[in-house]
Structure formats: C-alpha cells, structure tokens
C-alpha cells in the first residue's frame, strides 16, 4: 500500500507500507532462504544485519562453527570467503557461535562456546572476523579467545560491545554441582580487562543451584544489566526469570533491588532466554512459562529500573502468550523504534512439527491486533523442524534465523514485513530520518543529534555506491541509477530510501 502526503513544502514524501507480518517476496524465495554449510546438522543461532547492508548469520555445522553471509536478497555474498560460507574450528568438538556484534570498524565479535584443544572442557569462545570472512589475527591469540573461568566448564550466550571498545562476554560456568552466572570483560585486543572484578571475570549465585545469563544490554551510564534464569532452592527443580545489574567495575549493583539480583516466576516455571532495554531504562525479558494445566506459552516480563515489575505491563508486569496448544518458546527479543516489541522463537504446532512463530506486542504488553492474525505470525518450510532461534531488524522488515529440516539440518532465514514507513528511524542510538524520500538528486539526514560521521549508502546487492564523512550537509545521490538503496551512518543502523 502507499500513502501520499502532499503538503505546503516545496518536497512530498511517500511512505511505503507493508502489511505487518507477511512475508517479503523481494528476500530470497517468496520471503525465504535456506542454505546448506554441511552435509548435516547446520543451526542458525545467530543473525546480524552489518552496516553495509549485508545479513551475517552465524552458528554451528557438524560441531564446527559456521558464518553464512549473505547481500540484502538474500543471496549468498561470494565476497565473504570466496563463497559467502565459513568454517571454523575452534577446538576439538562442539563449536558453536551464540551472538554477533559488530564494531564500528566494520570487524565482527563472534562469541559462543567450543570444546577447547585437550578435547573435554567446554570454554567461552571469541573470535573476531573481518568483513570478508576472513579471522583478525590482531585479535586475542590468531583471532581467537578461549575463557575457562578455572572450572570445568564454561559457556557464552550473549555478548555485549562498550563504547570504548571492549567486550562483554555472559553465560554460566561450573561449579561445585552447581552452574554459576559468569560475566567477563574484554580489552579491544582480546585481553583480559583487569579493572573489572580485578582479573576480568565475575561470577554471581543466587541459590547455588543452575544458574546462567542469556541476555545482556548496557545502559548509558555504564551499568550491564544481564538475564537469564536460576532453579530454586531446597531441593525444588522450579526455574524462574533472574535478572542482575553490575556497576561498571563488575561488582552488583546495590541499587538494583536492595542487593542487585531480582528473580521471580512468570506463572509457574520460567526460563528467561534474551532482553532488551527500552530508552526509559525499562527492562524487558523474554522467554517461555509453564502454564498450570498446559505446556510452556510466549512468556515476557518487564521491570523499572530499580527492579521492581512494571504493573502497566501485561498483568502485573507480566504477559503469557499461547501461540499453539503444545510448546511456544520465545529465544530472542527485538525493539522496533515504535517501541512495539517482538517475541522470536518457535511453537509446536503438532506432535512432530515446530515452525518459526513472531508475536508483536504494543508498548502496554498486549499483543498488537495489526501484526499477522492478531498479532501472532507463524512460518513452516515444509519440513518437520522449523525452529527460529535469532532475529534482527532490517530496516521496514524482522529477519529471523534458525534451522529447516528437510533430510538434513540447513541454516533457514525469514523476512517478515514490519510495516514500518521508509523514512522512520531505524536505529538504536539515535533517531535518523531521510528526507525526501524518494529523492530525485539530494537527500538530508533529519536526526535530534546528527554530528558529522562517516557513511556509506549501498544498493540492493550490498555494493557500495557512495560513502563521505560528513553528513551534516547535502548529500548528492544525482548519480545513483533509480532504485532502492541503503544508507549506513556510523553509529545507526541502515536506512532505507528510494531514488527515483
């Protein structure tokens, strides 16, 4: 659909809608891309849309790590390793990558876990890559960095990038029966950051039972508040939501809830898998409850910054969401600049099937009526396994990874219509809008802080078409061909307009 505004200025302004929740028929087949790395056992666990407008994705083939990087289509990019595909072994077994960030230099953190070389004991493993596939040897030892925790074992799920380059790193370690949340930090060079916790890594108990961290965001004031979930005590296995906020120095936040832990049930059991934090310093966790008389549902919670659960949202602060009758999993969460919040995981629609499932709620908790059928949108492949497991915002649209099963594991991408107008932010620093859009031979970045940065604009294929450093002024796109490009402002996310 498009809408046209006309008014007294000398410009007008299109905005392209889509419908929220469908497919995007211009990404790869009819909105969908699968792609073998292996001959077996190829999972998706991570995604990221890179400021050049390609799409990385990351995650494991036959126990070694896998990157599959691919141009805004959908295509494989064969700049990235010669093929678009990479694999990496880390140690000896059961390598997989978890997250991706990128830093502003365009290099790649990729972190997860492996079985390190003696062959028995899984670590936190980071690695950094560059642009073309290729492993930054400036990086830790030949690109790669093995965490132990001196303990058995190891693991990182979620990753974090400081403005002064380092690196935060979350999971669990081992301990005396137990799993303990780890967190450790990182210099830019993949050092150990010895000004946090005094070696660089802190780990947090709440009942010495299985604890571990999922999810991580840092707030402006330097404090990283990390999620994830903890099993009672007292011989109770019950899991519950955890949620804990460390000064900058990696000690806990007194702050935060009297001690700077909080864990609490969503209903009944819970496991929080990812957060995000809202720019109101609200803390919303995602994940899957086990309903009294059912299986687990879509289960969210939000909490004020203190600690406390935000009653406006949901009920009490919390908000279940069935998406089938059986198994519905939320593993990862996203914020659109609306403030609407995505739910991505996977619902078991029958006894032996899941498919991809994205539920969308309003800034209240309650499911947004407008997205898909009444705010819920599920994707089969036609194949028994369909599990999504990542998911970033493209631009107007949600890409999600995960793995398609038919005959054999593949890595399998989605990209959903968020209906979001080109022209509208999409960033999460600060607010960019282009104008006009569609442009004719100049466009003007609208911002409430545009500075001067260094930018890139590339089209369809990833290829880049222009690049500047300042962008406070003019930028004249006379010369482009007409059609769709992207714009990548150092410091935002793409952007998209159109040149006619």
Same mark, same amino acid.
């Given at each position: 659909?498009?809408?046209?505004?006309?008014?007294?200025?000398?410009?007008?302004?299109?905005?392209?809608?889509?419908?929220?929740?469908?497919?995007?028929?211009?990404?790869?087949?009819?909105?969908?891309?699968?792609?073998?790395?292996?001959?077996?056992?190829?999972?998706?666990?991570?995604?990221?849309?890179?400021?050049?407008?390609?799409?990385?994705?990351?995650?494991?083939?036959?126990?070694?790590?896998?990157?599959?990087?691919?141009?805004?289509?959908?295509?494989?990019?064969?700049?990235?390793?010669?093929?678009?595909?990479?694999?990496?072994?880390?140690?000896?077994?059961?390598?997989?990558?978890?997250?991706?960030?990128?830093?502003?230099?365009?290099?790649?953190?990729?972190?997860?876990?492996?079985?390190?070389?003696?062959?028995?004991?899984?670590?936190?493993?980071?690695?950094?890559?560059?642009?073309?596939?290729?492993?930054?040897?400036?990086?830790?030892?030949?690109?790669?960095?093995?965490?132990?925790?001196?303990?058995?074992?190891?693991?990182?799920?979620?990753?974090?990038?400081?403005?002064?380059?380092?690196?935060?790193?979350?999971?669990?370690?081992?301990?005396?029966?137990?799993?303990?949340?780890?967190?450790?930090?990182?210099?830019?060079?993949?050092?150990?950051?010895?000004?946090?916790?005094?070696?660089?890594?802190?780990?947090?108990?709440?009942?010495?039972?299985?604890?571990?961290?999922?999810?991580?965001?840092?707030?402006?004031?330097?404090?990283?508040?990390?999620?994830?979930?903890?099993?009672?005590?007292?011989?109770?296995?019950?899991?519950?939501?955890?949620?804990?906020?460390?000064?900058?120095?990696?000690?806990?936040?007194?702050?935060?809830?009297?001690?700077?832990?909080?864990?609490?049930?969503?209903?009944?059991?819970?496991?929080?898998?990812?957060?995000?934090?809202?720019?109101?310093?609200?803390?919303?966790?995602?994940?899957?409850?086990?309903?009294?008389?059912?299986?687990? *549902? &879509?289960?969210? $919670?939000?909490?004020?910054? !203190?600690? +406390? =659960? /935000?009653?406006?949202?949901?009920?009490? #602060? %919390?908000? @279940?969401?069935?998406?089938?009758?059986?198994?519905?999993?939320?593993?990862?969460?996203?914020?659109?600049?609306?403030?609407?919040?995505?739910?991505?995981?996977?619902?078991?629609?029958?006894?032996?099937?899941? *498919? &991809?499932?994205? $539920?969308?709620?309003?800034? !209240?908790? +309650? =499911? /947004?009526?407008?997205?898909?059928?009444? #705010? %819920?949108? @599920?994707?089969?492949?036609?194949?028994?396994?369909?599990?999504?497991?990542?998911?970033?915002?493209?631009?107007?649209?949600?890409?999600?990874?995960?793995?398609?099963?038919?005959?054999?594991?593949?890595?399998?991408?989605?990209?959903?219509?968020?209906?979001?107008?080109?022209? +509208?932010? /999409?960033?999460?620093?600060?607010?960019?809008? %282009?104008?006009?859009?569609?442009?004719?031979?100049?466009?003007?970045?609208?911002?409430?802080?545009?500075?001067?940065?260094?930018?890139?604009?590339?089209?369809?294929?990833?290829?880049?078409?222009?690049?500047?450093?300042?962008?406070?002024?003019?930028?004249?796109?006379?010369?482009?061909?007409?059609?769709?490009?992207?714009?990548?402002?150092?410091?935002?996310?793409?952007?998209?307009?159109?040149?006619?």
């Amino acid at each position: 659909m498009k809408k046209i505004l006309i008014g007294v200025a000398t410009f007008f302004t299109i905005t392209i809608m889509a419908q929220p929740g469908t497919l995007d028929s211009n990404f790869g087949v009819n909105g969908k891309v699968t792609t073998p790395i292996g001959t077996a056992n190829d999972y998706c666990s991570a995604i990221l849309k890179l400021s050049t407008g390609k799409i990385l994705a990351a995650g494991s083939t036959t126990s070694t790590m896998a990157f599959a990087c691919y141009n805004p289509d959908g295509t494989l990019d064969l700049s990235f390793n010669g093929t678009g595909i990479m694999n990496y072994d880390f140690g000896a077994g059961n390598d997989k990558i978890n997250k991706l960030v990128e830093q502003p230099d365009g290099k790649i953190i990729a972190a997860g876990d492996a079985i390190d070389a003696i062959g028995t004991v899984n670590t936190m493993a980071v690695m950094r890559i560059n642009p073309d596939g290729t492993i930054d040897n400036s990086f830790g030892t030949a690109g790669i960095v093995n965490i132990h925790f001196n303990t058995e074992e190891s693991r990182c799920n979620a990753v974090l990038l400081q403005p002064d380059g380092k690196i935060v790193l979350g999971g669990m370690t081992e301990g005396v029966s137990i799993y303990k949340m780890a967190i450790a930090r990182l210099n830019p060079d993949g050092t150990f950051d010895t000004s946090f916790s005094n070696d660089g890594m802190q780990t947090t108990v709440f009942f010495n039972r299985s604890e571990y961290i999922t999810g991580m965001a840092l707030q402006p004031d330097g404090k990283i508040v990390a999620s994830g979930g903890t099993i009672l005590s007292g011989g109770s296995n019950q899991a519950n939501f955890a949620v804990v906020r460390y000064l900058s120095d990696g000690t806990l936040d007194t702050t935060f809830s009297d001690d700077g832990r909080v864990n609490f049930f969503p209903v009944g059991s819970g496991v929080g898998r990812d957060m995000l934090l809202q720019p109101d310093g609200k803390i919303v966790i995602g994940g899957y409850a086990a309903i009294v008389g059912s299986a687990q *549902d &879509f289960a969210l $919670a939000r909490l004020l910054s !203190d600690g +406390t =659960l /935000d009653t406006t949202f949901g009920t009490a #602060g %919390i908000m @279940t969401t069935p998406v089938s009758t059986a198994n519905d999993w939320i593993f990862t969460l996203q914020l659109q600049p609306d403030g609407k919040i995505l739910g991505i995981g996977d619902a078991l629609i029958t006894a032996t099937s899941y *498919d &991809f499932a994205v $539920a969308r709620y309003l800034s !209240d908790g +309650t =499911l /947004d009526s407008s997205f898909g059928t009444n #705010g %819920i949108v @599920t994707t089969d492949f036609s194949a028994l396994l369909d599990r999504g497991f990542c998911g970033t915002i493209d631009g107007d649209g949600l890409l999600v990874g995960g793995v398609s099963t038919q005959g054999t594991e593949d890595f399998a991408l989605v990209r959903y219509e968020l209906g979001i107008a080109l022209g +509208t932010t /999409d960033n999460t620093f600060q607010q960019l809008d %282009i104008v006009p859009n569609p442009a004719t031979s100049f466009i003007t970045l609208r911002s409430k802080s545009v500075t001067p940065i260094a930018y890139t604009i590339t089209d369809t294929t990833g290829k880049k078409v222009l690049s500047g450093v300042n962008a406070t002024e003019r930028i004249d796109v006379s010369s482009l061909p007409a059609g769709l490009y992207f714009f990548n402002g150092e410091g935002y996310r793409s952007v998209k307009f159109i040149r006619n």
